[in-house]
């Protein structure tokens, strides 16, 4: 037999062990957002805890295995060369599939990924084989693919969309009426009735239903098939028992134990579900290979003659590949980066308070939350006032100091209660789900429970539910991508294996051993990526004028230091027709004007924050940032404008005009120089000098303009120069009268109690 497949087995076993890695990067999300979210056991508890349930939780996954050898095709349909060639294209598409989103940060699906991965090698691989077929049409592609099952399969995993957000909003609003956001108090009466009832449904669904997919239930069947009444009660009965018992020894709350559990249950019920995305393809494979093995030894017989009906019989899976797979999940868990920038989306979503909102948003989730929005009034005309206050009265917040959006990202995302019920919701559906052997999307369940569960809390509220559903739909897109990507690349890629396997194989395992290191070096480098020396930060500190002062001044330099550069940039850009440093410059000034924005966006925090009698920094601090926008609208018209005359191609300017910008440039220089170190410094003291000189280029700018009228009147003969020279010394003009102001503001109110420094001459 050809070594071409003992080398593919080989790669497949690698690769699998690389999609372990890349698949549980984008899966961690599934069973720790909300251990991590409510903040409520720290962070090496959650990895314990999360590391023991999917170890454990792989000697649950046997009973899935099917799924990779008979889920999605009819293996007697195919021969062993067919089936090496599928495996193989599946396994290199569904690393770069996964990796791709891992690297973006985004949550996607590993079983959509598998399950499309294999539809779409297997359909190319079937009509490859049609139509080398002189008896066989297009319409007997059913007998190849199994129909049934994969439809079965692909129509749980829509459905666990709808399903997971609507139990998740509705057990979510339940719970919020029984406790409310001031939940303390009444969890003391009923929190271990609560959470008794959440440790039942976590401990039977999880951990007796999800004992169906394991090979040890036969040896309890008889115990359990029956008494399903008795032990859902007994349970209750000690868990109610040790509620009680937890919570009068300990005097917390036992929702930290439903959190524990639940983070245990549902990473249990992850391995147990989705350990057949990452193995069950290269079991399959190493099956295959050992029958064709034997067969060729015994026989003779060429893989191209081989069928591959001994895939159709139940295997067992080994144990011992369990369990080296499930160390691989754990190793992972606790090392890899990218579940860390994959987490970061869901709790963005679902954040109670206000947080950076990651995604924008766009006209279909401006039409949700507008639909959404009129269902709301149309409701409220209807049930009655009474009861919409007493429903309003459970969903009141307490009230508490408002934090800015980066000290909310440092707070607890939300309650216990919604953790509680984001685990035990989650959990429950992906265990019913394993005991029928349907490999549900474990990220489509949690992340849409999730979901239900903040929009039931009124985390969506009118300042953040545009930006909220904006960042649902576009995962949920990327869902319908996974699915449309994976089914064309598995596709393509085994056409390719299947034209020149010898040739292919390689090239292909090259191009991914390349990509993946090339995405693993870009996120490495994005996420080492400190805060910029220049970079802008909030004033949160001082309530006074004069802290105010102080803390706005290291934002003021940096505003004038990037500003000079930019300013800079832009002149020496048109005087070389630089493109490319135009284009960079375009990026640089939309960098700095979004931060002058978020600047602007924490003005509600700075106030709210403020005492009584520090009114008036207020008011200076709000000119400030007026004054900074100012500045930064006029270089983003300078980059935009000079970037575009260059870009369309148009006639450069004339010497003297570039010479006249120099001298502009200059003097421009010079001023934002001597500026940058008086606020860098704190030498308030010197600042008129510093407003003479602004005057002074101000002056210049002016005489610039008359100069250019009067060769427009008789020498200048392109309308788009005329165009471009105007509005950039026009635009010039401005920028300096907002210095101005600025400067100005500074020198009214600066007080000379403080210690001033020398401005560096």
């Known amino acids: 037999m050809d ?16 999609d372990i890695v890349v698949g549980v990067s984008n899966d961690a999300i599934n069973f720790l957002n909300s251990a991590i979210g409510s903040k409520a056991i720290s962070m090496k508890t959650i990895m314990i805890v999360a590391s023991l349930g999917i170890f454990i ?22 021969n062993f060369q067919d089936i090496m060639y599928i495996f193989m294209a599946v396994m290199i598409t569904d690393i770069l599939l996964l990796d791709f989103f891992n690297t973006l940060g985004l949550p996607t699906s590993t079983t959509v990924s598998i399950v499309f991965n294999l539809l779409g090698a297997a359909v190319v691989m079937s009509l490859i084989k049609i139509s080398a077929s002189e008896t066989q049409t297009f319409a007997d592609l059913s007998n190849y693919i199994n129909t049934k099952k994969a439809i079965e399969i692909i129509r749980g995993i829509v459905m666990s969309v709808f399903i997971a957000f609507t139990v998740g909003a509705f057990v979510q609003w339940i719970s919020r009426m029984i406790f409310t956001f001031q939940y303390e108090k009444k969890i003391k009466n009923f929190g271990a009735f609560f959470g008794a009832f959440c440790l039942t449904a976590i401990t039977y669904f999880i951990f007796l239903k999800g004992l169906k997919g394991s090979p040890y239930y036969k040896d309890i069947k008889g115990l359990i098939e029956g008494n399903e009444i008795f032990i859902i009660l007994g349970s209750y009965l000690v868990w109610l028992v040790v509620s009680f018992v937890f919570q009068a020894i300990t005097k917390k709350t036992i929702l930290l134990i439903v959190i524990a559990v639940g983070t245990f249950g549902l990473a249990l019920a992850f391995s147990g579900n989705d350990l057949v995305n990452f193995i069950g393809v290269p079991m399959a494979a190493f099956h295959s290979y050992e029958a064709m093995q034997d067969a060729f030894l015994s026989s003779g017989t060429l893989p191209q003659d081989f069928s591959m009906a001994v895939l159709s019989k139940k295997m067992p899976a080994e144990p011992e590949l369990l369990f080296i797979a499930g160390g691989i999940m754990v190793l992972t868990l606790w090392f ?20 950076h909102e990651k995604f924008q948003p766009n006209m279909l989730s401006r039409g949700v939350v507008k639909g ?29 100091a408002a934090l800015t959006k980066d000290q909310s990202i440092d707070a607890p995302a939300f309650d216990m209660i919604r953790a509680s019920v984001n685990l035990m919701v989650a959990g429950v559906l992906i265990a019913i789900a394993t ?47 996974t699915a449309l990507g994976a089914f064309l690349a598995a596709g393509f890629v085994v056409f390719l294996i299947q034209w020149n396997p010898k040739v292919m194989t390689p090239i292909l395992l090259l191009i991914t051993a390349g990509l993946l290191v090339r995405n693993y070096l870009a996120h490495k480098k994005s996420t080492n990526k400190v805060a910029e020396e220049d970079s802008l930060s909030t004033t949160e500190e001082s309530s006074s004028v004069q802290g105010v002062i102080l803390e706005s001044a290291s934002n003021i330099a940096s505003v004038v230091k990037r500003g000079n550069k930019i300013y800079t940039v832009a002149v020496k850009g048109l005087a070389k027709q630089d493109l490319s440093a135009l284009k960079k410059n375009k990026k640089q000034v939309t960098k700095l004007s979004n931060e002058v924005d978020d600047l ?6 700075f106030i709210k924050n403020l005492d009584e009698s520090s009114v008036g920094a207020s008011n200076f601090y709000i000119n400030i940032l007026g004054y900074l926008q100012d500045m930064t609208q006029s270089l983003e018209y300078i980059t935009k404008i000079s970037h575009k005359h260059i870009n369309n191609n148009h006639k450069n300017l004339k010497f003297s005009q570039i010479k006249e910008l120099q001298e502009i440039n200059n003097n421009l220089d010079n001023l934002f120089e001597n500026t940058r170190i008086a606020f860098e410094t704190n030498s308030f003291i010197g600042i008129e000098k510093l407003i003479n000189e602004n005057s002074a280029v101000q002056t210049l700018v002016r005489e610039k303009i008359n ?19 105007f ?35």
């Open 3 to 18: 070594n071409i497949y003992l080398y593919m087995l080989i790669a497949i076993v690698i690769l699998a062990i690389a």
């Open 57 to 78: 939780g792989a000697v649950f996954s046997s009973g899935m295995m099917e799924v990779a050898r008979k889920g999605i095709f009819v293996p007697a349909m195919f």
């Open 336 to 355: 890899s980066k990218k579940a860390k920038s994959v987490a970061e989306t869901e709790l963005s979503l679902s954040r109670q308070g206000d947080t």
């Open 372 to 400: 959404t929005s009129w269902l709301s009034y149309a409701i409220s005309a209807i049930v009655p006032k009474a009861t919409q206050e007493k429903i309003n009265k459970s969903f009141e917040k307490p009230q508490v």
């Open 435 to 481: 005991s029928m052997k349907l490999p549900l999307s474990t990220t489509y369940v949690t992340f849409m429970v999730a979901m239900g569960t903040s929009f039931a809390d009124r985390a969506w509220g009118r300042e953040s539910a545009v930006y909220r559903v904006a960042g649902v739909l576009n995962v949920i897109g990327g869902w319908f991508g």
């Open 600 to 605: 602007r966006d924490n003005i509600f925090y």
């Open 707 to 725: 100069k250019q009228v009067d060769r427009t009147r008789t020498e200048e003969s392109s309308p788009k120069n005329t165009t471009l020279y």
């Open 727 to 761: 509005s950039l010394l026009v635009e010039t003009k401005d920028l300096l009268k907002a210095n101005a102001y600025l400067l100005n503001e500074y020198n009214d109110s600066f007080d000379a109690k403080i210690k001033p420094a020398t401005i560096s001459k």
